[in-house]
């Protein structure tokens, strides 16, 4: 698959069969992904890698989350949803206090999720970026290990896909050739 091919072939997969991704996969991935481009080489990032069994308590840990907001009793853990990710990373990024780095690594971090999910792709794996709201929780960060200082920019689900969804079609592209004129 060329590069071209992985652009515009890539889907936001949310459907994924029973095959785990190896982990060795998963790294090399991600260590290929870090040649993003990267303003002062900050490398705000780091990441927690969730397997199957992980995902048993994270989906615990959010339902658990939504009663005890509810006032209602914790419910019992339940199995993995049929076509549940191989795994899900949380992408974990230092919080810059000067705000314009904060930004640069933000865009940083969004060229290594892209790199990684084209890399990913090229390799018949889907991904998914989500940003619930969750992730910005103080007791999801605890539940992560998420330290001070740190913050959650998104979940990725990664698997091999079951469903594959259409492609979405983009707007036309909007350009502006030269300054604007001055009459
Ligand atoms: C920053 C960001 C946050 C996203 N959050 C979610 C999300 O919370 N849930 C979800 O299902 N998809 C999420 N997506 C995926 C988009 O919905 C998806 O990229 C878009 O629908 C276009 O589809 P495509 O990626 O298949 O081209 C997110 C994408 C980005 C870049």
Request: proline share 7%; glycine share 4%.
């Amino acid at each position: 698959m060329n590069l071209l091919n992985a652009i515009q072939e890539r889907r936001s997969v949310r459907s994924f069969n029973k095959e785990t991704v190896p982990n060795e996969t998963i790294e090399r991935l991600l260590e290929l992904a870090l040649y993003a481009p990267n303003h002062k080489m900050t490398q705000p990032w780091r990441f927690v890698v969730l397997n199957r069994e992980d995902q048993v308590e994270f989906f615990h840990f959010i339902q658990a989350n939504k009663a005890r907001k509810k006032g209602e009793e914790e419910p019992e853990r339940k199995p993995l949803a049929e076509d549940a990710p191989s795994h899900i990373i949380a992408i974990v990024m230092n919080v810059n206090e000067n705000d314009k780095l904060h930004r640069d690594d933000f865009a940083a971090t969004g060229s290594l999720v892209q790199n990684f999910s084209l890399l990913a792709w090229e390799e018949e794996i889907g991904v998914v970026w989500k940003t619930p709201g969750l992730i910005h929780e103080p007791e999801f960060h605890e539940f992560l290990g998420v330290n001070e200082g740190e913050e959650v920019i998104g979940l990725l689900w990664i698997g091999y896909p079951e469903v594959v969804p259409e492609i979405k079609p983009r707007e036309t592209l909007k350009v502006q050739y030269g300054l604007p004129s001055k009459s």
